[in-house]
């Protein structure tokens, strides 16, 4: 797990050594152990810094070079099944340098070629692979997202990286303008989303895709698409996850485990724990309501893990948010980054490796609102005109618990799930107090083209997994990123190995949701290992109190932040509404802490990433 960069110029020049070097030095926190430059002499530098996981000498080192000399890889992430891959390699090589999954990548990428590489490989990944035979550059991403690729295009050439202040600050793209249609999608997804960014001209690569760089042209290619239908036929769930994290334990370093108190994680904790000593780590709040570190502490005395608490308080706070704008270096709205981050830190006092549940809940309709879309499912599949008339009627009887304005813009049940991933508020805020459109996420947009025709149920409720996946997943796996290697920790997910993938796209939603409760399948496992009481109590999180914590410890800061942002920002917001919707919050009369905390942090973000001095001067 470490952090990549490199410029790719068009044409023979300047090869910006200071940039990449300064740009090491900045993210020297995901990868503390060692940092290398390579360049190729004439237009292709790339810059390498290494948290050493697997094989820790030397030889793990990169940039890596084929022992041909005529290919170079920088690779940010685990590769797992690496065996399987050294049995593809037999025709062609049947000895390495080192024990690194690196070196088992590079040869894939020499002899079996991108794609087949790309398909056969199990892990997480950000990579980018040099062809000096070609001049060829490829960057490529893993399958769901789990690890970062940020790009930058200009006439000159192509800046990538592992953080998005490293593309927005070079001298190719500094003088860029800023996105509107970026921000406004922050603004209501709480993060940005792929294939765009907040300046023009950036991005951040699209999950499951690959771009090659060769003669001047950019070419960009998918090669994996979590599927809308059901493929493959059904498998045992324990028997998919065990093989799962049984293979994501394989590590040089100390290993150990998130543990929530949540289904995902406690599951998660416990395949770990049946192969090896494991230390599990949970962050408390002294709130009787929100706090779910008790439970997490029950589950891991039946597993007799080595388990760690500890709490976050008021005090933390300023702290925190300093640390949080530094660790993310493009806006991100999701406060539970805070508890994220400080989680990162205790867990990184003993182990380098930390396995998580993300990923559960969107790939077995987990969330509340799966449940609640189901129910929704035969109001949509009736015409608008229809859809308009029940409504109407609705508002004459005043049913409990149906919200009518929520419904009456909607064009399709699509539309209405997307919006139900936006942040809480932006629905009604964003229009009210942002003067531009909001661009659409690329995802929702291929989704609507793709899925023409939802003739039940079944196909309703899997394009809400397909939506949860694709968009609403981003934002967490973001958020783990940042978070764990700002504290040099990897973090891995086992229940986004390519099995479980797999295995979650052969299941109806009916294996899943029952009477009203999602994830059923999961729960069931849980609960025959555990009981009943602990697995069925309601899941939180690593929750915080933040809504009164802006109306004490962090009013002040907020409130003069948002009334007096930098004009460039400014011009995007309408200054009487944001007023209003602060006096509503502060006032306690509404809570709105997601979408003031959006505002805040993209303001943040902007003071302390945009014109860095460190990477400008």
């Known amino acids: 797990m470490c952090g990549i960069t490199g410029i790719y110029n068009f044409k023979r020049g300047h090869l910006h050594h200071d940039y990449v070097r300064r740009s090491l030095i900045t993210m020297h926190h995901r990868g503390p152990d060692s940092q290398c430059i390579w360049d190729n002499k004439e237009n292709y530098i790339t810059g390498f810094c290494r948290l050493a996981i697997r094989d820790l000498s030397p030889k793990g080192n990169q940039p890596m070079l084929s022992d041909c000399g005529n290919y170079c890889i920088t690779f940010n992430g685990e590769i797992y099944n690496t065996e399987n891959l050294k049995k593809l390699l037999l025709p062609y090589r049947n000895t390495f340098i080192s024990t690194s999954d690196t070196e088992i ?84 997804l709480g993060y940005i989303p792929e294939g765009g960014g907040a300046y023009y001209q950036t991005s951040l690569l699209l999950h499951g895709h690959y771009y090659v760089i060769e003669n001047g042209r950019i070419e960009t290619n998918k090669y994996y698409d979590y599927p809308i239908a059901q493929t493959g036929a059904p498998e045992n769930i324990d028997d998919i996850l065990s093989s799962s994290v049984q293979s994501q334990l394989i590590s040089d370093v100390p290993i150990g485990t998130f543990m929530s108190g949540g289904v995902d994680s406690t599951l998660v904790t416990y395949f770990a724990s049946r192969k090896t000593a494991i230390n599990s780590f949970t962050i408390g709040v002294k709130d009787n309501i929100l706090d779910e570190s008790e439970t997490a502490g029950q589950f891991a005395a039946i597993f007799k893990t080595r388990h760690h608490c500890r709490y976050i308080y008021p ?23 805070l508890p994220s981050l400080m989680l990162s830190k205790f867990a990184k006092e003993k182990v380098t490796v930390a396995l998580s549940g993300d990923g559960g809940d969107e790939l077995f309709w987990g969330y509340a609102r799966n449940a609640s879309a189901l129910k929704n499912t035969r109001f949509y599949n009736t015409s608008r005109l229809a859809r308009k008339m029940k409504l109407l009627l609705a508002k004459l009887n005043k049913p409990s618990g149906f919200t009518i304005s929520r419904h009456w813009h909607e064009n399709n049940f699509i539309s209405y799930y997307y919006h139900a991933l936006y942040i809480t508020g932006a629905l009604a805020w964003v229009p009210l107090i942002f003067n531009e459109d909001a661009a659409e996420d690329a995802y929702y947009s291929e989704i609507k083209n793709k899925a023409t025709r939802l003739a039940n149920t079944e196909d309703y409720m899997n394009i809400v997994r397909k939506l949860e996946t694709d968009i609403h997943l981003q934002r967490i796996l973001l958020k783990v990123d940042r978070a764990s290697m700002y504290n040099s920790l990897e973090v891995r997910v086992p229940l986004l190995s390519n099995k479980v993938l797999d295995a979650s796209a052969a299941l109806s939603y009916t294996d899943c949701i029952i009477n009203g409760q999602g994830k059923m399948n999961l729960k069931r496992s849980l609960i025959n290992k555990t009981n009943n009481q602990l697995v069925m109590k309601p899941k939180k999180g690593f929750v915080i109190p933040m809504a009164e914590w802006m109306r004490t410890s962090i009013k002040n800061d907020i409130t003069e932040k948002l009334l007096d942002m930098p004009q460039h920002l400014a011009v995007l917001f309408n200054k009487q509404q944001l007023s209003r919707l602060l006096k509503e919050h502060m006032d306690g009369a509404n809570d709105w802490s997601w979408f003031i905390w959006a505002a805040y942090s993209l303001v943040n973000w902007d003071s302390f990433h945009r014109n860095s001095k460190t990477l400008l001067s």
């Open 105 to 188: 990548l590079l040869y894939c990428l020499v002899h079996l070629g991108l794609k087949e590489t790309l398909l056969a490989a199990d892990g997480i990944f950000a990579f980018a692979f040099y062809d000096a035979r070609k001049n060829s550059l490829a960057l490529a991403r893993d399958r769901v997202g789990v690890k970062p690729l940020y790009i930058g295009q200009s006439a000159e050439g192509i800046v990538y990286s592992s953080q998005y202040d490293h593309i927005i600050n070079h001298p190719y793209l500094n003088k860029e303008d800023i996105n509107p249609g970026a921000v406004g999608a922050f603004l209501s």
């Open 315 to 337: 005090a933390d706070l300023l702290q925190l948010i300093k640390d949080n704008t530094k660790a993310f270096t493009e806006p991100f709205a999701d406060f539970s980054s």
